[in-house]
DNA sequence: CCTGTCATCGGGCGCTCACCCCATTTCCGG
DNA sequence: CCGGAAATGGGGTGAGCGCCCGATGACAGG
Protein backbone atom coordinates (compact mmCIF):
# COMPACT_ATOMS: atom_id res chain seq x y z
CA UNK A 1 0.00 0.00 0.00
CA UNK A 2 1.68 3.58 -1.01
CA UNK A 3 2.16 6.05 1.05
CA UNK A 4 -0.83 9.09 0.16
CA UNK A 5 0.43 12.66 0.09
CA UNK A 6 -0.80 16.11 -0.03
CA UNK A 7 1.86 18.99 -0.69
CA UNK A 8 1.05 22.25 1.06
CA UNK A 9 3.39 25.08 -0.10
CA UNK A 10 2.54 28.36 -1.34
CA UNK A 11 5.38 27.89 -3.68
CA UNK A 12 4.71 26.21 -6.78
CA UNK A 13 9.06 25.36 -7.45
CA UNK A 14 9.11 24.22 -4.02
CA UNK A 15 6.17 21.61 -4.78
CA UNK A 16 7.52 20.76 -7.92
CA UNK A 17 10.98 19.80 -6.19
CA UNK A 18 9.19 18.01 -4.03
CA UNK A 19 7.29 15.88 -6.76
CA UNK A 20 10.36 14.95 -8.51
CA UNK A 21 11.77 13.68 -5.18
CA UNK A 22 8.80 11.73 -4.60
CA UNK A 23 8.68 10.73 -7.45
CA UNK A 24 11.86 8.58 -7.23
CA UNK A 25 10.22 6.61 -4.24
CA UNK A 26 8.35 3.92 -5.16
CA UNK A 27 6.14 3.64 -2.16
CA UNK A 28 5.32 7.62 -2.18
CA UNK A 29 2.49 8.88 -4.15
CA UNK A 30 1.64 12.48 -4.46
CA UNK A 31 -2.47 12.64 -4.40
CA UNK A 32 -2.84 16.52 -4.39
CA UNK A 33 -1.47 19.58 -3.63
CA UNK A 34 -2.49 22.80 -1.90
CA UNK A 35 -1.04 26.82 -2.16
CA UNK A 36 -2.59 27.75 1.28
CA UNK A 37 -3.95 26.62 4.54
CA UNK A 38 -7.39 27.12 3.44
CA UNK A 39 -6.86 24.97 0.33
CA UNK A 40 -5.01 21.76 2.40
CA UNK A 41 -8.20 21.65 4.51
CA UNK A 42 -10.56 21.13 1.67
CA UNK A 43 -8.00 19.14 -0.16
CA UNK A 44 -7.83 16.58 3.21
CA UNK A 45 -11.75 16.01 3.62
CA UNK A 46 -11.62 15.55 0.28
CA UNK A 47 -8.88 12.93 -0.48
CA UNK A 48 -8.39 11.53 2.98
CA UNK A 49 -4.20 11.68 2.29
CA UNK A 50 -1.72 10.00 5.15
CA UNK A 51 0.64 12.32 5.16
CA UNK A 52 0.31 16.16 4.65
CA UNK A 53 3.72 18.02 4.49
CA UNK A 54 2.42 21.24 5.40
CA UNK A 55 4.68 24.64 5.07
CA UNK A 56 4.47 26.70 8.13
CA UNK A 57 4.47 30.23 6.65
CA UNK A 58 2.24 30.78 4.33
CA UNK A 59 -0.19 33.85 3.84
CA UNK A 60 -3.97 33.69 4.80
CA UNK A 61 -4.40 30.19 6.98
CA UNK A 62 -1.05 29.70 7.76
CA UNK A 63 0.49 25.80 8.22
CA UNK A 64 0.15 26.23 11.93
CA UNK A 65 -3.90 27.02 12.15
CA UNK A 66 -4.37 24.64 9.34
CA UNK A 67 -2.75 21.75 11.22
CA UNK A 68 -4.82 22.49 13.77
CA UNK A 69 -7.83 22.38 12.19
CA UNK A 70 -6.79 18.67 9.96
CA UNK A 71 -6.10 17.39 13.12
CA UNK A 72 -9.37 17.76 14.32
CA UNK A 73 -11.11 16.89 11.04
CA UNK A 74 -9.10 13.78 10.26
CA UNK A 75 -6.62 13.22 13.41
CA UNK A 76 -5.39 9.92 11.25
CA UNK A 77 -4.37 11.96 8.86
CA UNK A 78 -0.24 12.72 10.20
CA UNK A 79 1.14 16.16 9.37
CA UNK A 80 4.93 16.75 8.44
CA UNK A 81 5.65 20.33 9.00
CA UNK A 82 8.27 21.85 6.41
CA UNK A 83 9.70 25.02 7.21
CA UNK A 84 12.44 27.46 6.58
CA UNK A 85 12.57 28.99 9.78
CA UNK A 86 14.19 26.99 12.51
CA UNK A 87 12.50 28.97 14.92
CA UNK A 88 11.65 27.30 18.42
CA UNK A 89 8.48 29.33 18.90
CA UNK A 90 7.26 27.86 15.69
CA UNK A 91 8.13 24.03 16.61
CA UNK A 92 6.10 24.08 19.55
CA UNK A 93 3.60 25.50 17.95
CA UNK A 94 3.39 22.95 15.45
CA UNK A 95 3.74 20.35 17.68
CA UNK A 96 1.07 21.36 19.84
CA UNK A 97 -1.05 21.96 17.30
CA UNK A 98 -0.84 18.25 16.31
CA UNK A 99 2.27 18.09 13.77
CA UNK A 100 3.93 14.32 13.42
CA UNK A 101 7.59 15.85 12.25
CA UNK A 102 9.14 19.03 11.44
CA UNK A 103 11.91 19.06 9.25
CA UNK A 104 13.72 22.70 8.18
CA UNK A 105 13.71 23.17 3.65
CA UNK A 106 17.57 23.16 4.23
CA UNK A 107 17.42 19.39 5.13
CA UNK A 108 19.05 16.69 2.51
CA UNK A 109 16.59 15.22 0.22
CA UNK A 110 16.90 11.98 1.88
CA UNK A 111 16.28 13.30 5.30
CA UNK A 112 12.18 14.74 3.79
CA UNK A 113 11.81 11.23 2.53
CA UNK A 114 12.88 9.22 5.82
CA UNK A 115 10.63 11.72 7.64
CA UNK A 116 7.58 10.75 5.40
CA UNK A 117 8.15 7.35 5.95
CA UNK A 118 8.50 7.71 9.48
CA UNK A 119 4.91 9.49 9.75
CA UNK A 120 3.32 7.43 7.50
CA UNK A 121 3.48 5.11 10.31
CA UNK A 122 2.31 7.26 12.77
CA UNK A 123 6.36 8.10 14.30
CA UNK A 124 7.59 11.12 15.23
CA UNK A 125 10.65 12.53 13.10
CA UNK A 126 12.88 15.65 14.43
CA UNK A 127 15.28 16.94 12.43
CA UNK A 128 18.36 17.31 14.79
CA UNK A 129 19.10 21.02 14.97
CA UNK A 130 15.09 21.31 15.94
CA UNK A 131 15.29 18.35 18.26
CA UNK A 132 17.11 20.84 20.62
CA UNK A 133 14.20 22.72 21.69
CA UNK A 134 12.82 19.34 22.90
CA UNK A 135 15.64 18.40 24.94
CA UNK A 136 15.74 21.73 26.47
CA UNK A 137 12.35 21.65 27.18
CA UNK A 138 11.79 18.26 28.83
CA UNK A 139 13.46 19.00 31.60
CA UNK A 140 10.44 20.00 33.59
CA UNK A 141 7.55 17.52 32.32
CA UNK A 142 4.01 18.60 33.85
CA UNK A 143 4.03 15.66 36.65
CA UNK A 144 2.05 13.72 34.81
CA UNK A 145 -0.97 11.71 37.32
CA UNK A 146 -0.53 8.13 38.21
CA UNK A 147 -4.01 6.86 38.95
CA UNK A 148 -3.94 4.65 42.32
CA UNK A 149 -7.04 3.62 43.03
CA UNK A 150 -6.65 0.03 43.94
CA UNK A 151 -8.27 -0.08 47.42
CA UNK A 152 -4.85 -0.93 49.22
CA UNK A 153 -6.29 -1.45 52.54
CA UNK A 154 -5.84 -5.08 53.11
CA UNK A 155 -7.52 -8.49 51.64
CA UNK A 156 -4.32 -10.22 51.39
CA UNK A 157 -3.30 -12.04 48.26
CA UNK A 158 0.19 -12.58 50.01
CA UNK A 159 -0.03 -15.56 51.62
CA UNK A 160 3.51 -15.19 52.67
CA UNK A 161 2.89 -12.21 55.12
CA UNK A 162 -0.19 -11.51 57.76
CA UNK A 163 -2.34 -8.90 57.33
CA UNK A 164 -0.14 -7.21 60.33
CA UNK A 165 2.57 -7.49 58.46
CA UNK A 166 2.05 -6.01 55.24
CA UNK A 167 0.85 -3.22 57.55
CA UNK A 168 4.17 -3.02 58.99
CA UNK A 169 5.70 -3.42 55.50
CA UNK A 170 3.52 -0.59 54.53
CA UNK A 171 4.79 1.73 56.94
CA UNK A 172 8.39 1.10 56.36
CA UNK A 173 8.19 1.37 52.90
CA UNK A 174 6.96 4.76 53.32
CA UNK A 175 10.14 5.86 55.84
CA UNK A 176 8.72 5.41 58.74
CA UNK A 177 11.18 4.45 61.40
CA UNK A 178 10.18 1.18 64.24
CA UNK A 179 9.53 4.34 67.23
CA UNK A 180 6.61 6.04 64.04
CA UNK A 181 5.07 3.43 63.26
CA UNK A 182 4.92 1.77 66.81
CA UNK A 183 3.04 5.33 67.75
CA UNK A 184 0.63 5.42 64.60
CA UNK A 185 -0.35 2.03 65.37
CA UNK A 186 -0.12 1.86 68.93
CA UNK A 187 2.00 -0.75 69.84
CA UNK A 188 5.37 -1.20 71.21
CA UNK A 189 8.64 -0.09 69.35
CA UNK A 190 9.56 -3.58 69.89
CA UNK A 191 6.63 -5.62 68.86
CA UNK A 192 6.95 -3.53 65.65
CA UNK A 193 10.79 -4.35 65.13
CA UNK A 194 9.40 -8.20 66.11
CA UNK A 195 7.21 -7.81 62.47
CA UNK A 196 9.81 -6.46 60.74
CA UNK A 197 12.42 -9.50 61.77
CA UNK A 198 9.79 -11.70 60.45
CA UNK A 199 9.25 -10.33 57.34
CA UNK A 200 12.88 -9.78 56.22
CA UNK A 201 12.98 -13.93 57.84
CA UNK A 202 10.08 -14.76 55.71
CA UNK A 203 11.62 -12.94 52.50
CA UNK A 204 15.05 -13.53 53.15
CA UNK A 205 15.67 -9.83 52.84
CA UNK A 206 17.91 -8.23 55.57
CA UNK A 207 17.62 -4.33 54.95
CA UNK A 208 15.24 -1.86 54.75
CA UNK A 209 15.57 -0.62 51.03
CA UNK A 210 14.85 -3.93 49.32
CA UNK A 211 11.76 -4.05 51.42
CA UNK A 212 10.83 -0.96 49.94
CA UNK A 213 11.28 -2.76 46.30
CA UNK A 214 9.48 -5.69 47.49
CA UNK A 215 6.83 -3.37 48.71
CA UNK A 216 6.17 -1.45 45.47
CA UNK A 217 6.85 -4.54 43.22
CA UNK A 218 3.70 -6.61 45.39
CA UNK A 219 1.64 -3.24 44.98
CA UNK A 220 1.64 -2.75 49.06
CA UNK A 221 2.90 1.12 48.34
CA UNK A 222 2.52 3.21 45.15
CA UNK A 223 5.67 4.39 44.22
CA UNK B 1 29.85 4.78 5.08
CA UNK B 2 28.32 2.33 7.20
CA UNK B 3 26.47 3.13 10.45
CA UNK B 4 28.40 1.71 13.63
CA UNK B 5 26.26 0.29 15.73
CA UNK B 6 26.62 -0.95 19.69
CA UNK B 7 24.11 -3.23 21.02
CA UNK B 8 23.45 -3.14 24.80
CA UNK B 9 20.66 -5.45 25.92
CA UNK B 10 21.65 -7.71 29.11
CA UNK B 11 19.41 -10.72 27.04
CA UNK B 12 21.66 -12.35 24.53
CA UNK B 13 18.68 -13.37 22.86
CA UNK B 14 17.26 -10.27 21.85
CA UNK B 15 20.74 -8.94 20.85
CA UNK B 16 20.86 -12.00 18.78
CA UNK B 17 17.73 -10.63 17.28
CA UNK B 18 19.06 -7.58 16.31
CA UNK B 19 21.93 -8.76 14.68
CA UNK B 20 20.20 -11.09 12.43
CA UNK B 21 17.79 -7.75 12.03
CA UNK B 22 20.70 -5.57 10.90
CA UNK B 23 22.65 -8.29 9.29
CA UNK B 24 20.53 -8.13 6.24
CA UNK B 25 20.82 -4.30 6.08
CA UNK B 26 24.01 -3.51 4.28
CA UNK B 27 24.23 0.42 5.60
CA UNK B 28 24.26 -1.01 9.07
CA UNK B 29 27.20 -2.18 11.08
CA UNK B 30 27.02 -3.86 14.44
CA UNK B 31 30.72 -3.14 15.98
CA UNK B 32 29.87 -4.26 19.52
CA UNK B 33 27.89 -5.45 22.41
CA UNK B 34 27.10 -5.08 25.80
CA UNK B 35 24.94 -6.86 28.29
CA UNK B 36 24.91 -3.96 30.86
CA UNK B 37 25.26 -0.50 31.24
CA UNK B 38 28.72 -0.38 32.44
CA UNK B 39 29.86 -2.47 29.54
CA UNK B 40 28.37 -0.34 27.54
CA UNK B 41 29.61 2.83 28.51
CA UNK B 42 33.56 1.10 28.59
CA UNK B 43 32.79 0.15 25.11
CA UNK B 44 31.45 3.58 23.82
CA UNK B 45 34.65 4.95 24.76
CA UNK B 46 36.44 1.93 22.91
CA UNK B 47 34.70 1.68 19.85
CA UNK B 48 33.04 5.08 19.01
CA UNK B 49 29.92 3.89 17.33
CA UNK B 50 27.45 6.27 15.76
CA UNK B 51 24.62 4.88 17.33
CA UNK B 52 23.70 2.94 20.74
CA UNK B 53 20.94 0.85 20.95
CA UNK B 54 20.28 1.04 24.67
CA UNK B 55 17.79 -1.10 26.74
CA UNK B 56 15.95 0.99 29.27
CA UNK B 57 15.85 -1.61 32.01
CA UNK B 58 19.14 -3.45 32.96
CA UNK B 59 20.80 -4.83 36.63
CA UNK B 60 23.19 -2.90 37.63
CA UNK B 61 23.62 0.57 35.28
CA UNK B 62 20.27 1.07 33.57
CA UNK B 63 20.31 2.18 30.46
CA UNK B 64 19.09 5.94 31.92
CA UNK B 65 22.01 6.46 33.90
CA UNK B 66 24.32 5.04 30.82
CA UNK B 67 22.76 7.26 28.64
CA UNK B 68 23.42 10.02 30.54
CA UNK B 69 27.12 9.11 30.83
CA UNK B 70 27.70 7.91 27.52
CA UNK B 71 26.23 11.90 26.62
CA UNK B 72 28.97 13.04 29.13
CA UNK B 73 31.94 11.26 27.22
CA UNK B 74 30.78 10.86 23.81
CA UNK B 75 27.92 13.87 22.59
CA UNK B 76 28.16 12.84 19.16
CA UNK B 77 27.18 9.22 20.02
CA UNK B 78 22.86 8.90 19.33
CA UNK B 79 21.64 6.88 21.71
CA UNK B 80 18.32 5.15 20.65
CA UNK B 81 16.28 3.67 23.47
CA UNK B 82 15.13 0.02 23.30
CA UNK B 83 12.60 -0.62 25.85
CA UNK B 84 9.68 -3.18 27.11
CA UNK B 85 8.15 -0.58 29.03
CA UNK B 86 5.81 2.36 27.11
CA UNK B 87 6.02 4.17 30.43
CA UNK B 88 5.91 7.58 30.71
CA UNK B 89 8.21 8.25 33.24
CA UNK B 90 11.15 6.72 31.49
CA UNK B 91 10.37 7.77 28.08
CA UNK B 92 10.80 11.68 29.39
CA UNK B 93 13.88 10.43 31.75
CA UNK B 94 15.35 9.17 28.57
CA UNK B 95 15.33 11.69 26.98
CA UNK B 96 16.48 13.94 29.23
CA UNK B 97 19.22 11.64 29.45
CA UNK B 98 19.89 12.71 25.91
CA UNK B 99 18.72 10.07 24.73
CA UNK B 100 17.80 10.69 20.30
CA UNK B 101 15.07 8.18 20.27
CA UNK B 102 12.95 5.90 21.96
CA UNK B 103 11.21 2.80 20.79
CA UNK B 104 9.23 0.08 22.68
CA UNK B 105 10.78 -3.91 21.86
CA UNK B 106 7.07 -4.81 20.23
CA UNK B 107 7.71 -2.69 17.69
CA UNK B 108 8.06 -3.83 13.89
CA UNK B 109 11.63 -4.74 12.51
CA UNK B 110 11.09 -2.39 10.41
CA UNK B 111 10.81 0.66 12.63
CA UNK B 112 13.60 -0.23 14.63
CA UNK B 113 15.63 -0.18 11.41
CA UNK B 114 13.85 3.10 10.12
CA UNK B 115 14.73 4.55 13.76
CA UNK B 116 18.63 3.33 13.87
CA UNK B 117 18.73 5.71 10.29
CA UNK B 118 17.19 8.50 11.65
CA UNK B 119 18.98 9.14 14.91
CA UNK B 120 22.36 8.28 12.80
CA UNK B 121 21.76 11.55 10.87
CA UNK B 122 21.48 13.52 14.37
CA UNK B 123 17.65 13.43 14.24
CA UNK B 124 14.92 12.52 16.69
CA UNK B 125 12.75 9.17 16.55
CA UNK B 126 9.80 8.45 18.98
CA UNK B 127 7.74 5.90 18.33
CA UNK B 128 3.82 6.86 17.93
CA UNK B 129 2.49 5.53 21.20
CA UNK B 130 4.99 7.23 23.22
CA UNK B 131 5.35 10.61 21.31
CA UNK B 132 1.49 11.04 22.70
CA UNK B 133 3.40 11.65 25.64
CA UNK B 134 4.98 14.43 24.67
CA UNK B 135 2.16 15.67 22.49
CA UNK B 136 0.15 15.71 25.85
CA UNK B 137 3.58 17.31 27.63
CA UNK B 138 4.12 19.98 25.08
CA UNK B 139 -0.01 21.03 24.62
CA UNK B 140 0.10 22.83 28.43
CA UNK B 141 4.33 23.81 29.41
CA UNK B 142 3.17 27.34 30.13
CA UNK B 143 0.64 25.40 33.03
CA UNK B 144 3.82 23.88 34.43
CA UNK B 145 6.25 26.28 34.26
CA UNK B 146 6.66 28.63 37.86
CA UNK B 147 10.58 28.41 38.33
CA UNK B 148 10.98 29.98 41.83
CA UNK B 149 9.16 28.76 45.26
CA UNK B 150 11.84 26.37 45.27
CA UNK B 151 12.45 26.61 48.81
CA UNK B 152 9.06 25.03 49.74
CA UNK B 153 11.15 22.03 50.70
CA UNK B 154 10.58 20.22 47.33
CA UNK B 155 13.25 18.62 45.45
CA UNK B 156 12.72 19.74 41.94
CA UNK B 157 15.31 19.80 39.59
CA UNK B 158 17.68 16.82 38.45
CA UNK B 159 20.83 17.93 37.99
CA UNK B 160 21.43 18.64 41.13
CA UNK B 161 23.51 15.96 41.46
CA UNK B 162 26.90 15.46 40.23
CA UNK B 163 27.53 12.25 37.98
CA UNK B 164 29.35 10.49 40.83
CA UNK B 165 26.45 11.48 43.59
CA UNK B 166 24.28 9.54 40.93
CA UNK B 167 26.50 6.55 40.80
CA UNK B 168 26.61 6.27 44.36
CA UNK B 169 23.09 7.19 44.80
CA UNK B 170 22.58 3.93 42.71
CA UNK B 171 24.38 1.82 44.58
CA UNK B 172 22.52 2.86 47.54
CA UNK B 173 18.89 2.52 46.53
CA UNK B 174 20.16 -1.25 45.08
CA UNK B 175 20.71 -1.94 48.59
CA UNK B 176 24.37 -1.68 49.39
CA UNK B 177 26.05 -0.41 53.02
CA UNK B 178 28.22 2.20 52.81
CA UNK B 179 31.03 -0.15 53.21
CA UNK B 180 30.00 -2.82 50.28
CA UNK B 181 30.08 0.77 48.23
CA UNK B 182 32.78 1.90 49.06
CA UNK B 183 34.69 -1.53 48.23
CA UNK B 184 32.55 -1.38 44.71
CA UNK B 185 33.85 2.30 43.55
CA UNK B 186 37.74 1.03 45.44
CA UNK B 187 37.08 4.59 47.51
CA UNK B 188 37.07 5.46 51.31
CA UNK B 189 33.94 4.62 53.44
CA UNK B 190 33.79 8.06 54.20
CA UNK B 191 33.68 9.70 51.01
CA UNK B 192 30.59 7.19 50.20
CA UNK B 193 29.23 8.56 53.29
CA UNK B 194 29.78 12.26 52.64
CA UNK B 195 28.93 12.17 49.08
CA UNK B 196 25.48 10.46 50.87
CA UNK B 197 25.16 13.78 52.71
CA UNK B 198 25.29 16.06 50.40
CA UNK B 199 22.75 13.88 48.34
CA UNK B 200 20.78 14.20 51.23
CA UNK B 201 21.14 17.58 51.75
CA UNK B 202 20.51 18.60 48.47
CA UNK B 203 16.97 16.61 48.18
CA UNK B 204 16.05 17.35 51.32
CA UNK B 205 15.93 13.48 52.36
CA UNK B 206 16.30 12.08 55.62
CA UNK B 207 16.82 8.54 55.20
CA UNK B 208 17.49 5.58 52.83
CA UNK B 209 13.82 4.96 51.80
CA UNK B 210 12.97 8.08 50.51
CA UNK B 211 16.32 7.82 48.63
CA UNK B 212 15.02 4.86 46.80
CA UNK B 213 11.63 5.83 45.79
CA UNK B 214 13.48 9.12 44.71
CA UNK B 215 16.09 7.32 42.40
CA UNK B 216 12.61 5.48 41.37
CA UNK B 217 11.06 8.47 39.98
CA UNK B 218 14.21 9.64 38.33
CA UNK B 219 15.03 6.14 36.55
CA UNK B 220 18.51 6.04 38.27
CA UNK B 221 17.93 2.49 39.08
CA UNK B 222 14.38 0.89 37.31
CA UNK B 223 12.48 -0.94 40.15
C1' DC C 1 -6.22 -31.47 74.53
C1' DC C 2 -2.49 -29.98 72.38
C1' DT C 3 0.02 -28.00 68.71
C1' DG C 4 0.61 -24.28 65.77
C1' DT C 5 0.13 -19.49 64.30
C1' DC C 6 -0.46 -14.80 65.34
C1' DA C 7 0.24 -10.70 67.89
C1' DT C 8 2.06 -8.75 71.70
C1' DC C 9 6.24 -7.33 74.67
C1' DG C 10 11.20 -7.35 76.99
C1' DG C 11 16.82 -7.19 77.07
C1' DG C 12 21.10 -7.02 74.75
C1' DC C 13 24.87 -6.64 71.14
C1' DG C 14 27.37 -5.06 67.19
C1' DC C 15 26.97 -2.38 63.55
C1' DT C 16 25.29 1.20 60.39
C1' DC C 17 23.09 5.49 59.68
C1' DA C 18 22.47 10.43 59.73
C1' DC C 19 24.51 14.46 60.96
C1' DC C 20 27.93 17.45 62.70
C1' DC C 21 33.12 19.04 62.70
C1' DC C 22 37.45 19.33 59.85
C1' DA C 23 41.09 18.94 55.85
C1' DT C 24 43.49 18.28 50.94
C1' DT C 25 43.78 17.95 45.89
C1' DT C 26 42.24 18.85 41.38
C1' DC C 27 40.19 21.40 37.96
C1' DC C 28 37.63 24.95 35.66
C1' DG C 29 35.97 29.62 34.84
C1' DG C 30 35.81 34.57 35.77
C1' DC D 1 45.39 34.45 39.76
C1' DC D 2 41.95 33.47 42.68
C1' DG D 3 37.42 31.45 43.94
C1' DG D 4 34.37 27.85 43.82
C1' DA D 5 32.88 23.29 42.87
C1' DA D 6 33.91 18.49 43.01
C1' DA D 7 35.98 14.48 44.92
C1' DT D 8 38.60 12.58 48.30
C1' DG D 9 39.60 11.62 53.21
C1' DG D 10 39.24 11.67 58.85
C1' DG D 11 36.92 12.06 63.71
C1' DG D 12 32.97 11.97 66.69
C1' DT D 13 28.03 11.18 68.49
C1' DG D 14 23.39 9.72 69.25
C1' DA D 15 19.99 7.11 67.39
C1' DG D 16 18.18 3.45 64.66
C1' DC D 17 18.81 -1.00 62.61
C1' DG D 18 19.39 -6.09 62.18
C1' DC D 19 19.55 -10.05 64.76
C1' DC D 20 19.92 -13.00 68.62
C1' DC D 21 17.86 -14.61 73.33
C1' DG D 22 13.52 -14.97 75.82
C1' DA D 23 8.02 -14.67 77.24
C1' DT D 24 2.57 -14.40 77.33
C1' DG D 25 -2.17 -14.59 75.74
C1' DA D 26 -5.60 -15.54 72.12
C1' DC D 27 -7.47 -18.48 68.91
C1' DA D 28 -8.12 -22.09 65.46
C1' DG D 29 -7.83 -26.95 63.94
C1' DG D 30 -6.70 -31.79 63.97
Redesign the interface.
Known amino acids: MKVRLLLVDDHPIVRSGMRMLFQAEPDLEIVGEADGGAEAIVAVQRLHPDVVIMDVAMPGVNGIEATRRIKELAPETAVLALTMHEDEQYF?EM??A?A?GYIPKRAAPD?LV??V??VA????????TL?RF??K????????EQSGAEAAGDAGADDLLTAREREVLAC????M?SREIAEKLVISVKTVERHRENIMAKLDIH????L??YA??KGIIV?
Open positions: FLKGSDAARVQGNVFLYAALMDVGEPGAGIADGTNRVEVKMRG
